[in-house]
């Protein structure tokens, strides 16, 4: 009779495992089905729908980096709001240089904004460089030394920014053809949120793809579990991980310039106001999950957009109240590295 048990008992764990995966997507369905019994007007609710995905989408680019630095390297690294700030001022020096492209038509508008976006990149991926050999690599394997030296490597490059572009905010003119809406009866898209949504969906397949299927993928999951061994094999482990601090630095990057398109405007400030809400994605995900910090992206934009539209008074405090709801349920966060497949 024990072994019967047993034998049931292993059979229904597959089954229980796929349950618990897939929690967190049936949550946000539910908050979507809240959504629109609240909101009561379809119409509207597919509007702040459409807002909420897009703003989690460029939420979850500027945090993917984040997250990879921290699930790949145990680096918390406040720094990462200093890149998305130069990230942002960097791709609008690009657009405002060369306004000639601007007036070529929709190719030349569509040049200038890729070279906008791999300037940015880039500049913020060799800042990262820097910003590591100089400033974290000394503290590595110390947490509260990490917190202290990136948060004042922060507050140094919004200086400098601040001396290379001025304190004041700074307009930034989104590309014509990324203007203009998409109209469906009484529902009303803007374009833009649809190239987000786009633009982060890429993002997390390109990572879920490099991390789980790819050789260096298996590389730095393997140095990950067991650095010295990978190194005895002959692999240069530091340089890998190094490589992916640039990758996440430059992520931050492109996220800057596209949240600053998305708001039309830029300032010092960009990097500290979307670092919290990364750090708040980061931590709702799962320390080091790519997935769940795309789920946390999207719970978090979808919140806010319902909130600010139902209880706009309660929209500043949203996301540390869904932030602490989710950690009351899963303390390690939607997907904990430690449970991904």
């Keep these: 009779m024990s072994e019967l048990a047993q034998g049931a008992a292993a059979a229904r764990l597959p089954l229980r495992a796929r349950l618990d995966r897939l929690a967190p997507i049936l949550l946000g369905l539910a908050l979507c089905l809240f ?21 989690g989408a460029l939420i979850f680019i500027i945090a993917s980096g984040l997250t990879i630095v921290f699930g790949l390297m145990d680096v918390i690294n406040f720094g990462h709001g200093a890149f998305v700030t130069i990230g942002a001022y960097i791709g609008y020096s690009v657009l405002a240089a060369l306004p000639g492209l601007s007036v070529a038509g929709p190719l030349g508008e569509l040049a200038l904004t890729l070279l906008a976006v791999v300037a940015a ?5 060799a800042l990262g460089l820097v910003f590591e050999r100089l400033i974290l690599r000394p503290v590595y394997g110390s947490h509260l030394k990490q917190i202290l030296v990136t948060t004042g490597g922060l507050i140094i490059l919004q200086q400098l920014a601040i001396v290379v572009w001025g304190p004041v905010a700074i307009h930034l003119d989104r590309p014509a053809f990324l203007k203009g809406a998409l109209v469906f009866g009484s529902t009303i898209i803007e374009s833009y949120r649809i190239v987000a949504m786009v633009v982060g969906l890429a993002l997390l397949v390109g990572l879920e793809f490099v991390l789980s299927r790819s050789k260096i993928g298996l590389l730095v999951r393997a140095g990950v579990e067991d650095k010295e061994m990978v190194e005895a094999l002959g692999y240069r482990i530091r340089r890998v991980f190094i490589g992916v601090f640039a990758l996440g630095s430059a992520f931050a990057g492109l996220g800057g310039l596209m949240w600053g398109l998305y708001q039309e405007t830029i300032d010092v400030s960009l990097g500290s106001e979307t670092l919290i809400l990364a750090f708040i ?4 995900g799962g320390l080091g999950s790519v997935e769940g910090c795309f789920l946390g992206a999207l719970l978090v934009g979808l919140v806010a957009s319902y909130t600010a ?4 008074k309660l929209a500043l405090v949203s996301n540390i109240a869904l932030m602490l709801a989710i950690l009351m349920w899963r303390p390690q966060g939607l997907y904990p590295v430690g449970r991904r497949r």
């Design 281 to 284: 994605v980061v931590i709702i």
């Design 309 to 312: 539209y139902l209880a706009p």
């Design 35 to 55: 959504g629109l019994l609240a909101i009561g007007s379809p119409s509207t609710w597919v509007t702040l729908t459409v807002a909420g995905l897009a703003t």
């Design 121 to 125: 990149m880039l500049a913020t991926g």
